[in-house]
């Protein structure tokens, strides 16, 4: 072991980390980053507003939810009807219309009031916004995102300030996709993964390997201009590793349960992504009859509602044109279909993937749609959020607390970049948002590991660390002066500014939240395949298949999971799955599969010779630098000239019981629905 290098790594990050330490010591003195300010708005440019109106008796509210999610109270599960609601807690419609009044005789538009008076929406001009609420608007650049912000709080006029709870819509950041591709690399850049082309002479639509970690101990020759090496271990398939449906349900444990007729028949999946994709059914339906699912039929067991939110669409996806969600939309359709083939699929298409109109979707979708899970996969760091969008964080928790009451499970994805330290995003960790909201279930992501007749072998907790060992000596991904190997992980952690639900609390003692609740495979290279027609770079569009991972997936495939649960259970409905989640690892073993390290006496090693001098590598160093447990399996990626770790996620980690990555481990088909 290199171990002057490694500590070098070691001291290099600890200096970093204490230089910064000043600024998150506690939640009380945490300071938001810095943004570059571009200079203030173009005063004649259109934008929207969203003021929120205040709940009648908020408190009473938040004290009936604790109440849902007690078995010892009376009223345990016992969820509110929208006319409930509405009679006790939402604001009156005299309320709503008096805030309209105030916003069309300060010259804007009014758009939409939805049904609980909750949301009064308007459009105008910056200038006229500016002096509506008495701030102004400019523009500023984050983590390479641009968006609007204020530069004081919103506010409003006496007649209506004591109705009105927050001004949203000024401030325009963007939650981001965890769909993450099992990538490929050339030579020094990393590339796109190049899909395979989807034919029908495929035998049952089985394109990649699905045995991923058969092979072991075998031996990998380099030669060339200043390199020879030889490296050994574990071996990944050349042609990259990825599951079917039948695989995915097989190795959890949900194909029997779905044989039994607990398919999801009755039950509602509603998935929440921007922009859509101009081909989700067509694809959808060929992935359906290449992998023996049914047919999702519009008007019947599928459901497209675009823009309900009556947002403006910033991109319409369509031929030649790629507005960057539509392999999200696949991913999140296909799989929640594939762990719940005989629910009905509802996808919700909001206007951008805006914060303001994502939780506008989510009020309307607890406002009008069926009970069920709803899944989301995206997110942003939650501390950004909570530091330069305040109002829509306040919002979508709010959010998120209505639709508790009402009896869905909000399902969120945790995110793909584990404490998001590696990425320079927070200091000196962060969690993602909205995930973290108390009132919804956290998704985080496994590897997956399968016999070779396809049962299930072992899970990790998700977190991948890459070196490439064409170089001498191997450079850890990303390249550069300070590539630390990480590659991608699940999310989780300590929030540090949004407190813990009493359910986590009783389980976990903790008074901030902890991320995430649950997990399934999110892992990129034990990914899941997709089947997507590209149409913005071919014309004629063609098909392909590929492998993605991600959080991503995981989250759609525990909305099918709990769309199980729920047909299961029968009435009333299950409500937000994450109190349960932890009931059933208490109480019911063997409904959970817990996560913990899994190690190999095979990891990939390697000696380079240095003229005639050996330098031997072990499986530490390859792994570049890591923070966690020092057990954790490591492949040769042969065809790639790459060593990839499994169970390396940044400084978080598995362990028996709840933990930081996986929450209280992943569902174990039968044995999790039968206590429903």
């Not at 010591?25 to 929207?48: D, F, R, V």
């Not at 509110?80 to 538009?109: H, I, M, N, R, W």
């Not at 009435?571 to 390290?597: E, H």
Request: hydrophobic content about 35%.
């Amino acid at each position: 072991m290199r171990t002057g290098t490694r500590i070098g790594r070691f001291l290099a990050v600890a200096f970093a980390l204490l230089a910064l330490s000043a600024l998150m010591l506690t939640t009380a003195s945490a300071a938001p980053p810095k943004a570059q300010s571009l200079g203030l708005e173009n005063p004649s440019k259109t934008m929207s507003v969203h003021v929120m109106l205040n709940l009648r008796n908020e408190s009473g509210l938040q004290a009936l939810v604790k109440e849902l999610h007690d078995k010892n109270s009376p009223n345990y599960h016992q969820f509110l009807s929208k006319e409930q609601f509405s009679a006790q807690f939402a604001p009156t419609a005299a309320d709503s219309k008096k805030v309209a009044d105030y916003l069309t005789a300060k010259g804007l538009t009014v758009t939409h009031i939805d049904s609980h008076n909750l949301v009064v929406a308007a459009t105008g001009t910056v200038a006229t916004l500016q002096k509506t609420f008495n701030t102004q608007i400019e523009k500023v650049q984050l983590n390479g995102q641009t968006f609007n912000r204020t530069t004081s709080t919103p506010t409003v006029g006496p007649s209506i300030a004591s109705l009105v709870k927050s001004v949203s819509g000024l401030h325009t950041m963007r939650a981001q996709s965890y769909a993450m591709p099992q990538v490929k690399f050339k030579n020094k850049k990393p590339v796109p993964m190049t899909p395979v082309k989807f034919t029908k002479t495929k035998k049952n639509g089985v394109f990649f390997p699905g045995d991923c970690f058969s092979s072991s101990n075998d031996v990998l020759y380099l030669y060339g201009t200043g390199l020879q090496a030889i490296y050994s271990g574990n071996q990944f398939p050349d042609a990259g590793c990825g599951y079917s449906p039948a695989e995915m349900q097989h190795a959890y444990g949900f194909d029997t349960v779905i044989q039994s007729g607990i398919d999801g028949t009755g039950q509602y999946i509603t998935i929440v992504d921007p922009y859509g994709s101009a081909t989700i059914l067509s694809d959808a339906n060929t992935f359906s009859s290449t992998y023996g699912l049914p047919a999702l039929v519009p008007g019947s067991n599928f459901f497209q509602i675009d823009n309900p939110e009556g947002g403006t669409p910033d991109c319409v996806t369509g031929p030649g044109v790629q507005c960057g969600w539509e392999i999200e939309t696949t991913l999140d359709v296909e799989w929640a279909h594939s762990m719940a083939p005989g629910a009905t699929i509802i996808l919700v298409v909001p206007a951008t993937n805006m914060d303001t109109d994502l939780w506008e979707a989510d009020l309307w979708i607890a406002e009008n749609l069926p009970l069920g899970p709803v899944s989301h996969s995206y997110g942003e760091p939650e501390s950004v959020e909570f530091f330069f969008d305040p109002y829509d964080y306040t919002n979508q928790y709010e959010v998120n607390l209505i639709a508790d009451v009402f009896g869905f499970s909000y399902n969120y994805s945790s995110g793909d970049s584990g404490d998001f330290y590696p990425f320079g995003v927070n200091v000196p960790t962060d969690v993602s948002f909205p995930s973290g909201s108390p009132n919804a279930t956290s998704v985080g992501g496994t590897s997956l590991a399968l016999t070779s007749a396809g049962a299930y072998k072992w899970e990790e907790g998700w977190g991948s660390n890459i070196a490439f060992i064409n170089y001498a000596p191997p450079i850890p991904y990303p390249f550069g002066a300070y590539g630390d190997g990480f590659y991608g992980g699940s999310g989780g952690g300590t929030s540090q500014v949004t407190s813990a639900p009493t359910w986590q609390n009783f389980f976990l003692g903790n008074t901030l939240r902890q991320q995430p609740d649950v997990a399934l495979d999110a892992d990129p290279f034990t990914g899941a395949e997709i089947i997507y027609t590209d149409y913005w770079d071919y014309s004629p569009p063609i098909t392909f298949v590929a492998v993605y991972g991600g959080t991503s997936l995981s989250c759609p495939m525990f909305s099918g999971v709990w769309a199980l649960a729920e047909q299961k259970n029968g009435s009333p409905k299950l409500g937000n799955a994450a109190p349960l989640v932890g009931d059933l690892f208490y109480f019911f073993k063997g409904s959970m599969n817990d996560i913990v390290p899994s190690g190999s006496g095979h990891n990939a090693h390697g000696t380079i010779f240095y003229g005639n001098v050996p330098v031997s590598y072990s499986q530490w160093d390859l792994a570049g630098f890591y923070q966690n447990s020092p057990t954790f399996y490591e492949s040769i990626w042969n065809a790639q000239l790459i060593t990839v770790t499994f169970g390396t996620d940044t400084s978080l980690f598995t362990a028996p019981g709840w933990d930081n990555v996986t929450g209280w481990g992943s569902p174990n088909g039968a044995n999790f629905i039968g206590p429903f």
